[in-house]
């Protein structure tokens, strides 16, 4: 037996001392400044919220003016950055103390000389990520912008329609590749000799608008740039007609196939009202309360899109709104047509005559430039104000199904110089649908005024409307 052994009288256990609880957001760490002289800094560091990017002017006008049914899901917010923005993050290990002594100019230009490769490719890979953003965030300017060009090979079908200037054809795009053009894998068996891969097409559908003359190609060119410039924003595809590009041989746009105009549907809801007429329905749109409040809702913020860009239309008109089924009975409008339109930069000069201009439609010009085509007057090109007022006589006539003027031609003309397309409405076959106090005649308010200083902008309809 092993004899006991004295271990003497146990050593207390002393209690644990608490550390200090100091936040992390509030402890002191050691830095070096860019003359790595170390020093002391106490920061406190809010919570991370939101993303804080600078932007300009520009682009914080536009991104107030874009609808809440945008698609550009970029939240932003504008800050002032001072000169020195670096941001202070603790070393991983600790950096050893370095001498006060100042370097000297060759030294300086020695140490970059003998940098790192790798440093050099991620000053690079940082540069262009720099610039990817900022291309987000800032589109092209309208200087910079050249038209999108299409060159796949398109089969002509069927016509969709016809204007001034062009003609509007479906149009398909097939293109065939083999299935051994994919990315191959080794086989788990050797492949057999007459097995010969099987093709794979593609088939879309567009819309091609061909110029019916020679005079016409500047013009579609003119709107290819246009649409290029409009798309660059993303949340130019929930307001304007989808474009692919420009094929520069034959002077033609490609664009989304969408065949149905709110012109067609106003009209087919007028035969359809006129048919079920009640006491009850007399008092709503054509198209129903529901859609047309929905639509107004939807072109005037697309109105206030095309205004933030610096756009002017020149030929809003149902012909030229499109109608891409979201179901079989829901529509989302889009605006379509730039063959009119110009880009006005901030400090721009008025534009200059455009050709297109001689191509109007009177039920839907703004009194003001209707005057220019008087004898002896000189025709004015189209503003932001004469925009509102078409668009206003536009959702005008989806709420009625037609054209508030009736009568010859000359009439309607006589009629539409005046300026009062609401009044002439509620003379007519279905003012009782924009009646007074209406819901119609609510959201026309402050869009079809005669007086252009009194006539509300883009911008100013959309908020009150809610679009």
Partial sequence: ????????????????????????????????????????????????????????????????????????????????????????????????????????????????????????????????????????????????????????????????????????RRATASSSTSASSDPLTPPNSPPRNDMKPLPQSDSRVYAVKTPVRPSAYTVLAHEARILTYLHAVPAASTFIVPFYGFVSE???????????????????????????????????????????????????????????????????????ILLSPVSDTDFQPLICDFSSSVVLPPGSPPPSTNPANDAITPAFTAPELLEGYRPGKSVSSATFASDVFAMGVTLLVAAIGDVPYQGMALQRLTMAREGRPLAFAWAGEQGSRVMDGGVADGVLQGSLEREVGRRATATEWMRRVGG
């Fill in 1 to 168: 037996m092993e004899p006991s052994r004295d271990i003497g009288p146990l050593r207390q256990r002393q209690p644990l001392q608490s550390l200090p609880t100091t936040p992390l957001n509030k402890r002191s760490i050691s830095v070096m400044d860019n003359q790595t002289k170390p020093f002391s800094a106490t920061e406190t560091r809010p919570p991370l919220t939101e993303c804080t990017i600078p932007l300009s002017k520009p682009r914080q006008i536009l991104l107030q003016t874009l609808s809440p049914h945008s698609s550009l899901c970029v939240r932003t917010k504008a800050v002032d950055l001072p000169a020195s923005a670096d941001i202070l993050t603790p070393p991983v290990t600790p950096i050893a103390p370095q001498s006060k002594r100042e370097t000297s100019k060759d030294e300086t230009e020695e140490s970059m000389a003998a940098a790192s490769p790798l440093d050099s490719q991620d000053a690079t890979l940082e540069a262009k990520q720099e610039e990817s953003v900022s291309r987000l965030i800032e589109p092209l300017s309208w200087d910079e912008t050249t038209p999108k060009l299409f060159t796949e090979t398109l089969s002509l079908r069927e016509s969709y329609g016809h204007g001034a200037w062009s003609n509007v």
């Fill in 250 to 320: 034959t002077h033609s746009l490609v664009l989304g196939a969408i065949p149905l105009t709110l012109d067609e549907h106003a009209r087919a809801a007028l035969h359809t009202a006129r048919e079920t007429l009640t006491t009850r329905t007399m008092f709503d749109p054509v198209i129903g309360t529901t859609q047309w409040t929905t639509f107004a809702k939807a072109l005037i913020s697309g109105l206030a899109f095309l205004h933030s860009r610096h756009c002017i239309h020149g030929d809003i008109k149902p012909a030229n």
